[in-house]
């Protein structure tokens, strides 16, 4: 195998295959209808670990309420959590709010035509600052995802792993040759569209592939012996536990930390398992912290969910517990009734009181009660919709007389918006509580 460009194939027969491929096969996606920098800006932060029809009515639905930097800038974090509701790594919503501002502040809004200016921008890295400055300004910068990085190293056939700092290295480099020519937003995206449809990870259509005869990986006939990888991903895994706690057709939430995992998001409240501690402990433990907080004492309701959540390098098993609330502490932020609703950006459910001890990752946040009919106004991640979902469910079946305080038909928990990248599976009705004694609940993907 060879490395060295220079006796590598051709750059300008690589480039000139590369665009006419393009031009032909692309698919034809709303933000390739633009070369508003802004535009294609969104587009690129979205598309960051997502998929292409999961990100697209998020696209379209964000453009619509945002159409400029300066409407982004001007919006309440709220609402920009809300609208990318769904579509994971919250974090790329924050940021991209951020970088509105900035380019509000420094550049009256508009997105500068210089690599440096866009990489700054909070959230913007090498590869989106590329995409943007190549795609909407046509300047000779590499962008290099994912799906470059597969193709560029089947190509030229690299032999460093792409996931060291040599290997990525030595694909920036490539890269960055390929692109000294004419239109390099399009040779950029053409690598992309290549493979992302025809140089996939597994089964790539060589005999489809413009790069056919030119690519190393391609004649050696092991095409997916590229890229080379050093490490495989290591998972976290963590037990938690999660109480759904009710009072009337309130349900308690906190809001989990800024800075830490789905930040900034509402949630149930949740505390990590302790070692040595069981299940039926940790629930304990969270219980106590959310009784003193709430006043009076918590009923649990014998049942337990639980089920798997995967994060991007983290794993959840979690169990979730459901309990009624005795207290009547009034919250003092005006939601005390489960007709407070919480429009977004304003008026989210009041404090019910602060959290003395630390249960778990939300060591800042304050518990709050929010009427089960109003969830739609909170930014809240799939996996806590998913676990209101699933709790929601074990509610309607139960007689009424069990379910005290709460008045009428189950409300039913907002759906997700439809497309998310999450892949939610039907979990066990039902299982013992305590270690060792429940079902185990089939997984559902998330992100961080
Ligand atoms: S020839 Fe095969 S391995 Fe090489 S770029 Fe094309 S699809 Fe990928």
Redesign the pocket.
């Known amino acids: 195998m060879n490395n060295a460009p220079s006796e590598g194939p051709d750059p300008a027969e690589i480039r000139s295959r590369l665009i006419h491929w393009y031009d032909a096969h692309c698919r034809d996606l709303p933000w390739r209808r633009t070369r508003d920098p802004y535009a294609v800006l969104v587009s690129e932060i979205m598309l960051q670990q997502t998929r292409v029809d999961t990100a697209l009515p998020y696209y379209l639905r964000f453009l619509q309420r945002f159409p400029s930097a300066c409407h982004l800038a001007a919006a309440p974090e709220e609402e920009v959590l809300r609208l990318w509701q769904g579509l994971g790594y919250y974090r790329r919503a924050r940021q991209l709010h951020q970088a509105a501002r900035v380019l509000v502040e420094r550049y009256g809004g508009r997105v500068p035509p210089d690599f440096e200016a866009v990489r700054s921008l909070p959230g913007v890295g090498d590869y989106t600052a590329g995409a943007v400055c190549s795609i909407a300004f046509d300047l000779p910068v590499p962008a290099v995802d994912g799906n470059a990085q597969r193709?560029l190293a089947?190509?030229f056939g690299v032999d460093e792993p792409a996931d060291r700092a040599a290997g990525r290295r030595r694909l920036d480099e490539l890269a960055r040759r390929l692109v000294q020519g004419p239109r390099p937003g399009a040779l950029n995206q053409a690598v992309m569209e290549?493979g992302s449809t025809?140089?996939t990870p597994r089964r790539?259509?060589?005999d489809r592939?413009p790069?056919?005869g030119l690519?190393v990986?391609?004649r050696s006939g092991q095409?997916e012996a590229w890229p080379v990888r050093q490490r495989a991903v290591r998972w976290a895994e963590e037990d938690v536990v999660v109480v759904g706690c009710l009072r009337g057709d309130q349900v308690a939430v906190i809001r989990r930390p800024e800075g830490g995992l789905l930040g900034g998001l509402w949630a149930l409240p949740y505390a990590l398992r302790q070692e040595g501690e069981t299940w039926v402990q940790a629930r304990d433990r969270l219980g106590a912290v959310l009784a003193a907080e709430l006043g009076g004492s918590l009923r649990w309701y014998p049942d337990t969910l639980q089920g798997r959540w995967d994060f991007s390098h983290r794993r959840w098993h979690w169990r979730l517990y459901l309990a009624w609330s005795g207290g009547d502490r009034t919250p003092a932020g005006g939601a005390g009734s489960g007709a407070a609703a919480p429009p977004h950006g304003a008026g989210l459910p009041g404090p019910a009181g602060r959290v003395a001890e630390t249960p778990g990752p939300w060591d800042s946040g304050a518990v709050r009660w929010v009427g089960l009919g109003h969830l739609d106004g909170l930014p809240m991640a799939s996996l806590d919709r998913r676990l209101l979902e699933q709790a929601m469910q074990v509610l309607a079946k139960l007689p009424q007389r069990q379910v005290p305080g709460l008045r009428g038909q189950v409300p039913r928990v907002p759906e997700q918006v439809p497309g998310q990248r999450s892949r939610p599976e039907p979990l066990p009705g039902r299982g013992r509580t305590g270690p060792g004694g429940a079902r185990e609940g089939a997984g559902a993907a998330g992100q961080e």
């Open positions: 193709v089947r190509l290549l025809v140089c790539p259509r060589c592939c790069l056919a690519c990986a391609g095409p």
